[in-house]
C-alpha cells in the first residue's frame, strides 16, 4: 500500500554500543525520528555521542500498571508517532525476543508496514564467549531466564539461557536445567555477555545460584551432553537410544523383532503397568510405564524401517485424537462434568468413524482383551449403538436369573458364561468396571489366605 507508514525497528544488540552493527547505526541515523524503548542502554550514551537525537518510551514504565499494558501502550504510541512523522525508527536490544516488538507485530494496522534490522544478540556473544574452553555451540538453542517454566529442557543441542537478573532466577534456571543434567555438570557462567569481550567461567550447575553478581547481562550457557553420559533422557533421548539397538552393528535380539514377535511383550508390559497402579507404587509405576514406553517406540522403531509409520505418526495421531475428542477443552463445546465430558467424548468418535451398526462397533473392540472387559465394553457399545439404556433394577433381574440358573445342578459352560456376560451388563449399569471389581475380589481372597497361613 502506497499511504503505509514505514516503522524500521533496529536491533542495539547486547548493552553495548560497541556491538551496534553498521546496518542498524546507518538506519537510526537516517530517520528522521529515532525512539528508544529505552534510554538505560549503553547504546543510548553513544548515539548521544554522535550527535543522533532520539526519544524513549521510558515514561510508559511509570505509567503502565503491568509489562503487557506497557507493551500494548508502547504498540499505540509508536503507531501514533508513525502516522503523525510519516514513518520512524524503533529501536530495542534484540527485535526477536522483544515483547514490544512482538505485541507491534501482532497488532499492527493496515497502514502500518515493519521493517527490520537485526544485529548481534546476547546468546551470540555468549557463544563466543565459551570458544576458548573448546564448547561446541552449533545448533544453539537461546532460552530467555523468565522462559523456562514454559519450556521443556532439552540436551540434544547447547543453549544459552539469558537475563539471569537476579539469585532468584537463576535458582529458577538451575531446577529447570537439574530435570536432565547432574549436579556436578559443568556450566559456563557469563556475567558481562553484553561486552565485546565478554569472558565466561566454567562453574558446577549446583552453582549457579550462588554467584556473587547478576543481572540482565548474565547468562549461562550449558553445553551438548550425549544421552549416554547422562542419567536423565527425554523422549528423543530414548528414542535414539532404541534406533541405535536395531541399526547395523547394534543388538542382535532387537534388530530381530517384529510387530508379531514383539505383540506378547506389549500386553504382558500393559498389564504389568496396570499391577503397579493397582499397588498404588510411584516408581514401580514408572519403570512399568517405561516398558510399555519401551514397546511403544521399537514398535515405531520397525514401522520406520519398513517405510510404514514413525514415532511422530504415533505422536500426532494420539495429540489429533485428544484435540478432536475434547471438543470441550480446544472446541466449542460445553461439558462441566466428567459424565458430559463421556459424551462429548463419544460424539466425537462418532464423527470420526461415520454412523456405524451396532455389529461394526462391537467388531471394532479387540478380542486380545481380558474376557470380562471385552464382554462389558460390547454391551455398552451395543446399547449406544441401539440407543438403548439398561437401569440397575433390570440389569440386577437378570443377573439374578443367570446366576440361578448357573448354579443349577444340570448347568455348564453355557450357563456359566451367560451369568458372567449378565454380570458384565449389570457392572454396565451400575457405572461399575467389572475387571477391577474381580481383581479387587482375587485381591482379597489372596490376603485372606495369606492371613490363614
Same mark, same amino acid.
Given at each position: 500500500? #502506497? ?7 533496529a536491533?542495539?544488540? /547486547? ?9 542498524a547505526?546507518?538506519?537510526?541515523? #537516517?530517520?528522521?525520528?529515532?525512539? +528508544? ?14 550527535? %543522533?537525537?532520539?526519544?524513549?518510551? *521510558? ?16 504498540a ?9 512523522t ?5 529501536? %530495542? ?5 522483544? =515483547?514490544?516488538?512482538?505485541?507491534? @507485530? ?7 508496514a ?15 564467549a565459551?570458544? /576458548? ?12 531466564? +523468565?522462559?523456562v &517454566? ?11 539461557i539469558?537475563e539471569?537478573?537476579?539469585r ?9 536445567? &537439574? ?22 567461567? /566454567? ?18 550457557? !550449558?553445553?551438548? %551432553? ?18 541405535? +539397538?536395531?541399526a ?5 535380539? *532387537?534388530? @530381530?523383532?517384529?510387530?508379531?514377535t ?10 504389568? =503397568? @496396570?499391577?503397579?497402579? *493397582? ?12 516398558? !510399555? ?5 521399537l514398535? &515405531? ?7 510404514e509409520?514413525? *514415532? ?9 485424537k ?6 470441550? !477443552? ?7 462434568? =466428567?459424565?458430559?465430558?463421556? #459424551? ?17 462397533? %462391537? ?6 482383551l ?10 455398552r ?23 440361578? =440358573?448357573?448354579?443349577q @445342578? ?7 458364561? +451367560? ?5 458384565c ?10 475387571e477391577?471389581?474381580?481383581? #479387587?475380589?482375587?485381591?482379597k481372597?489372596?490376603?485372606?489366605i495369606?492371613?490363614?497361613?
Amino acid at each position: 500500500m #502506497s499511504n503505509q507508514h514505514m516503522i524500521t525497528i533496529a536491533a542495539l544488540g /547486547p548493552d553495548s554500543g560497541e556491538m551496534l552493527t553498521l546496518g542498524a547505526l546507518e538506519a537510526m541515523k #537516517s530517520a528522521q525520528t529515532l525512539i +528508544l524503548r529505552t534510554e538505560r542502554h549503553g547504546a543510548a550514551e553513544m548515539l548521544r555521542a554522535q550527535g %543522533v537525537a532520539f526519544k524513549t518510551l *521510558d515514561a510508559l514504565y511509570d505509567l503502565c500498571e503491568d509489562f503487557d499494558e506497557l507493551c500494548g501502550q508502547a504498540a499505540a504510541a509508536l503507531c501514533a508517532k508513525a502516522r503523525e512523522t510519516g514513518g520512524l525508527c524503533y529501536a %530495542v536490544s534484540e527485535p526477536g525476543s522483544d =515483547a514490544t516488538v512482538r505485541a507491534l @507485530a501482532s497488532s499492527c494496522p493496515e497502514d502500518i508496514a515493519l521493517r527490520v534490522v537485526g544485529g548481534v544478540s546476547l546468546a551470540s556473544c555468549a557463544a563466543c564467549a565459551v570458544i /576458548p574452553f573448546g564448547v561446541n555451540t552449533e545448533n544453539l538453542r537461546t532460552v530467555t531466564a +523468565l522462559s523456562v &517454566s514454559e519450556m521443556r529442557v532439552q540436551a540434544d543441542c547447547p543453549q544459552v539461557i539469558t537475563e539471569i537478573d537476579s539469585r532468584y532466577i537463576a535458582s529458577d534456571v538451575k531446577l529447570w536445567l &537439574s530435570d536432565l543434567f547432574e549436579d556436578e555438570m559443568t556450566v559456563y557462567f557469563i556475567e558481562n555477555a553484553a561486552e565485546p569481550a565478554a569472558q565466561a567461567r /566454567p562453574i558446577l550447575l549446583c552453582d549457579l545460584d550462588r554467584q556473587a553478581h547478576y543481572d540482565h547481562r548474565t547468562a549461562v550457557l !550449558v553445553p551438548r %551432553v550425549s544421552v549416554y553420559e547422562r542419567s536423565r533422557a527425554t523422549y528423543e533421548d530414548f528414542v535414539e537410544v532404541i534406533s541405535r +539397538l536395531r541399526a547395523p552393528g547394534g543388538c542382535p535380539w *532387537d534388530r @530381530a523383532q517384529t510387530f508379531h514377535t514383539l505383540r506378547q511383550y506389549m500386553i504382558e508390559e500393559a498389564c504389568e =503397568a @496396570a499391577e503397579a497402579m *493397582d499397588r498404588d507404587d510411584p516408581m514401580k509405576i514408572a519403570d512399568e510405564l517405561g516398558d !510399555v514406553l519401551l514397546q511403544v517406540v521399537l514398535n &515405531s522403531c520397525i514401522g520406520a524401517e519398513h517405510r510404514e509409520f514413525t *514415532d511422530r505418526d504415533v505422536t500426532s495421531m494420539a495429540a489429533r485424537k485428544m484435540i478432536t475428542r475434547h471438543e470441550h !477443552v480446544f472446541g466449542r463445546a460445553q461439558a462441566d462434568s =466428567a459424565q458430559a465430558v463421556v #459424551s462429548v467424548w463419544e460424539n466425537a468418535k462418532k464423527k470420526e468413524r461415520g454412523e456405524q451398526t451396532a455389529l461394526e462397533r %462391537v467388531l471394532d473392540v479387540p478380542a486380545s482383551l481380558p474376557a470380562l472387559m471385552r464382554g462389558q465394553k460390547i454391551i455398552r457399545r451395543e446399547l449406544q449403538a441401539k440407543g438403548r439404556t439398561c437401569t440397575p433394577e433390570s440389569a440386577k433381574k437378570d443377573a439374578f436369573a443367570a446366576v440361578q =440358573a448357573a448354579a443349577q @445342578a444340570s448347568s455348564g459352560e453355557k450357563e456359566l458364561g +451367560l451369568a458372567l456376560e449378565s454380570l458384565c451388563a449389570l457392572a454396565h449399569a451400575m457405572d461399575l468396571d467389572a475387571e477391577i471389581a474381580l481383581r #479387587s475380589a482375587i485381591t482379597k481372597r489372596i490376603d485372606r489366605i495369606r492371613d490363614e497361613a
